[in-house]
Every structure is written in C-alpha cells, then in structure tokens.
C-alpha cells in the first residue's frame, strides 16, 4: 500500500505540474529569469551523436560505455515531434568482477523515446508530451516504459543574452519484467525500475559559439520503488559548435546526495554530427 501511494503520489505531482503549466504559462515564463518559452520545441534537423563514458561505481567498479544516439524529425498532419534512439556497449570492471571481464564488451541499454506536440491539443503551452521505451538488451531481462513532460524557455533577447535557456523535463520509469525471465526465475536480476528522473536543464552562453549546460545529460533521481531514496548530482557540459554541422563536448558528473546508488562520479564526451 505504501508503494502505490508513493506511484499515485509522483502521478499526481506530474499532471499538476502539467495542468499548472497549460493554465498559466505566461505568469511563470514572465516571472523566471525572463524567459518565455519557445512556441516551436522541434527540430527540422536529424543528428547523429557519438558518445563515450567513464563512470566509477561503487566497490572500485568500473564502468565504460560507448554509445551511439540519433534523433529523427516527426510530423504527422500538424504533429510535430521528435524520435531518439539510443544503442550503446558497455565494459564493467574492477576488483570483485571476474578478470575476463576488463576490456569485454558487451550490450548496453537500448532506448526509443517519443516526444512532441499538436497546435490544438495545448494551444496555451509550448511544452512536449512523449514517452520512453527500454528494450531488455543488456538490462538483465528488464523492460521500462515511463511517460515525460517537458518544454523549452528562451530568453527575448535571443543570443545576446548569458543564459540560452531554460529546458526542465520530469519523466517516469516503470520497468517490468518478463514471464522467460523475471525475479523468480534469476533471483540476481536489479529490483524493477520504479523512479523519477527530473533535469532542470540550465544552459548558459560562455561565447557565441560555447556553452556551459547544466543537469542536460544527468538529471536527479528519485526512487519510488525504494523507500523514496535520492541521488542528486552535480552534472556540466561544455559544448563547442565549429561549423552548422559539427558539434563536440565534454562533461563531467560527480554524486551529491547517494541514498539511491547510480555511479560516484562520470566523465564524458561526445561528437554530434547535424545533417
């Protein structure tokens, strides 16, 4: 019972959070950091991304992951939106893991999220409805499903002013196994996935053609399906665009509060490619 008031709880807290949003969008745009959001939140541009990863987990594990992450443009009648998919391989090592395991690669997560907007459906919010898949390659079996809300805020005055924008997102995860393969049948599988993950994305113009991002590719955890633990962390980018094509960054991420253990501290980079 005290689980499902906990899932009720989150529910609740993301269809006020929408509702609040949809009612009164230019008293909270004209009030925060003079921003207002951008009516159109879609990209007309396909990207191709290629990430690397170094993560230091807990009991001197090791984690590296290359992953490769593309985002196709959507338009059905006056529906925009966009589709991501995320592949990725993953090497973990370290002293309590089997020695064969340094430097064996082997499937990471998969990902398919769905994001987008109709003109008449919320004609008084600028924001994106969507939803997240989790394939179980590479994630013991496991299969997650989690519905998101987000939108985007600029400020007027365009690229002259120090911050670029605004771009919070709040997203639930439910994951849910298989009858081939759940808790009963491999008791070593990770407890199901039941959290919700919030960024508070805050991007901030260092030169015309550089920015710092904060909270962009690490957000905040909160696990419902644990007792209501945390993991918050502090999480920058710096991005560099060369060219209308070519983008590359790199980003570092360290835990600030753990009680819900995801990694101690993360490096990163990436290579994105506009076309």
């Given at each position: 019972m005290k689980l499902l008031r906990i899932h009720l709880q989150?529910?609740?807290?993301?269809?006020?959070?929408?509702?609040?949003?949809?009612?009164d969008e230019s008293k909270f745009s004209g009030n925060f950091l003079n921003l207002r959001y951008t009516p159109d939140q879609q990209s007309s541009q396909r990207v191709l991304e290629f990430w690397a990863y170094h993560d230091a987990l807990a009991g001197d594990t090791n984690s590296d992951i290359l992953k490769l992450r593309y985002y196709q443009p959507l338009q059905i009648d006056q529906w925009r939106g966009t589709m991501r998919l995320d592949t990725s391989y993953v090497s973990n090592y370290g002293p309590t893991l089997p020695q064969h395991a340094s430097g064996t690669y082997s499937a990471g997560n998969t990902l398919l999220t769905v994001w987008g907007n109709h003109p008449d459906l919320m004609k008084y919010w600028g924001g994106t409805l969507g939803a997240r898949l989790v394939f179980p390659f590479g994630n013991n079996g496991q299969w997650a499903i989690g519905p998101q809300i987000g939108t985007v805020y600029v400020p007027p005055e365009g690229s002259k002013s120090r911050i670029s924008?605004?771009?919070?997102?709040?997203?639930?995860?439910?994951?849910?196994?298989?009858?081939?393969?759940?808790?009963?049948?491999?008791?070593?599988?990770?407890?199901?996935?039941?959290?919700?993950?919030?960024?508070p994305t805050l991007g901030i113009n260092l030169t015309p053609n550089t920015q710092i991002r904060f909270w962009d590719e690490n957000g905040i955890i909160f696990n419902t399906g644990g007792g209501g633990d945390w993991f918050v962390p502090l999480d920058a980018m710096v991005t560099h665009r060369l060219n209308k094509h070519f983008l590359f960054a790199v980003g570092a991420s360290k835990q600030v509060v753990q009680s819900y253990q995801v990694y101690d501290w993360s490096v990163y980079g990436k290579v994105s490619l506009n076309f």
């Open positions: 989150v529910i609740a807290l993301l269809l006020i959070s929408t509702s609040g949003a949809i009612a924008d605004f771009s919070p997102l709040a997203r639930y995860m439910y994951g849910f196994d298989t009858k081939n393969n759940s808790l009963a049948n491999n008791p070593n599988q990770p407890a199901l996935v039941r959290n919700l993950n919030l960024f």
